[in-house]
């Protein structure tokens, strides 16, 4: 599926912004490409670590960081991808979190933003209570 959104190169360098318990990092993970997911939760980055020790040999990079002030070099990263983050983040965050995204990102590379929408499946699943929703790791 991330194929299809976004087709990914092998040497690429993808960041998971706000990535919780490393859903997208350890998919991105298990297409070869070099991950690096950043979240402000601890528990959400511990988590994340276990998880993808059972899913795939390419680890993911995992940190503690503040989505509005990332720490990579300008030009660094060749995909951002933002899911389930920005519909927590209040006006100022969401520009400054956009601001640190435009400037890390390669100059012509992309920031891939997914926000959850109340017909998708997982989102029915929920109401349903047939999936946990997870804490509010952003």
């Given at each position: 599926m991330i194929n299809l959104a976004y087709p990914v190169r092998k040497k690429q360098k993808?960041?998971?912004?706000?990535?919780g318990i490393g859903t997208f990092a350890t998919e991105?993970?298990?297409?070869?490409?070099?991950?690096?997911?950043?979240?402000?939760?601890?528990e959400a980055l511990k988590?994340?670590?276990?998880?993808?020790l059972r899913y795939t040999q390419n680890k993911p990079k995992l940190l503690l960081a503040d989505?509005?002030?990332?720490?990579?070099?300008?030009n660094e990263l060749d995909l951002i991808v933002c899911a389930n983050l920005i519909e927590y983040l209040?006006?100022?965050?969401?520009l400054k979190l956009l601001e640190e995204a435009w400037g890390v990102l390669k100059p012509t590379e992309k920031l891939l933003i997914y926000t959850?929408?109340?017909?998708?499946?997982?989102?029915?699943?929920?109401?349903?209570?047939?999936?946990?929703?997870?804490?509010n790791a952003h």
């Open positions: 993808v960041l998971g912004l706000g990535c991105f993970s298990k297409l070869g490409v070099s991950v690096i997911g950043i979240d402000s939760l601890t988590i994340a670590r276990k998880l993808s989505t509005t002030c990332l720490p990579f070099r300008e209040n006006h100022e965050d969401y959850p929408c109340p017909t998708h499946l997982f989102e029915i699943l929920k109401k349903q209570h047939n999936l946990k929703k997870r804490p």
